[in-house]
């Protein structure tokens, strides 16, 4: 039996094309695998870095992004806006480990469709990429009810306050001069755990530079 190119045509248009953006290849195999499953999406390309993923939407214009908020130690939040210039058609799912609601809710503001933590199920990743290709918003129940605590102002408000004990410990030590690789040492931790501690508290507070680190310790009375 053969296939009509038109009808050949008519399923390929009808087919959700998918970007994967992580830095960790087991991950992106693992959501190849499990997207493949379901004949509506097409993964068209992965990516691992910030400045490739950029590229590559620029290049392949998908319908969904699944975009990791913290990859080889660079936030992934602030280039946001920068991937829907690259893409306008392109609908943004955050799947992350990033819990805060903090995350969720400045993803949200600045342009993504969709935020989802990788704790959630197979079955909910599928139904968060559909939702968010046929235009709808697409929240975690669990982070949307934290997002509700914190808009509320009761325990965990998103805010200054927002900042971790851990986080305060590293903003301390990044105030000082200390080096990734110094921190980690000092904490016991990995570089890779000091590198997303830091992406937090620059996505948390806005800050870039070690002026602003030191400006943002001496604030909190931190000393190094």
Do not use: C, W
Not at 181 to 197: C, D, K, N, P, Y
């Amino acid at each position: 039996m053969t296939t009509n190119r038109a009808d050949q045509g008519a399923e390929n248009a009808s087919r959700l094309s998918v970007v994967i953006a992580d830095d960790h290849p087991v991950v992106r195999a693992g959501m190849q695998v499990l997207l493949a499953q379901n004949k509506v999406f097409e993964i068209v390309a992965e990516s691992s870095t910030v400045p490739e993923t950029v590229q590559t939407v620029r290049l392949h214009g998908p319908d969904v992004l699944v975009l990791d908020l913290t990859m080889a130690g660079q936030s992934s939040l602030p280039s946001i806006p920068d991937l829907l210039a690259a893409s306008p058609r392109t609908r943004i799912l955050i799947l992350t480990m990033q819990e805060d609601p903090a995350f969720a809710r400045a993803a949200l503001r600045i342009g993504a469709a969709g935020y989802l933590l990788k704790e959630a199920a197979a079955e909910e990743l599928v139904g968060a990429v559909l939702q968010v290709a046929r235009g709808a918003t697409y929240l975690q129940p669990a982070m949307g009810a934290r997002l509700a605590v914190a808009e509320a102002g009761g325990p965990g408000t998103v805010g200054d306050a927002s900042l971790t004990t851990r986080e305060l410990r590293v903003l301390a030590l990044l105030a000082s001069g200390h080096t990734n690789q110094e921190i980690a040492r000092s904490l016991f931790v990995s570089v890779r755990t000091v590198e997303s501690h830091r992406a937090r508290i620059r996505d948390k507070l806005g800050i870039e530079t070690r002026a602003e680190l030191i400006a943002a310790a001496r604030e909190r009375g931190l000393q190094g």
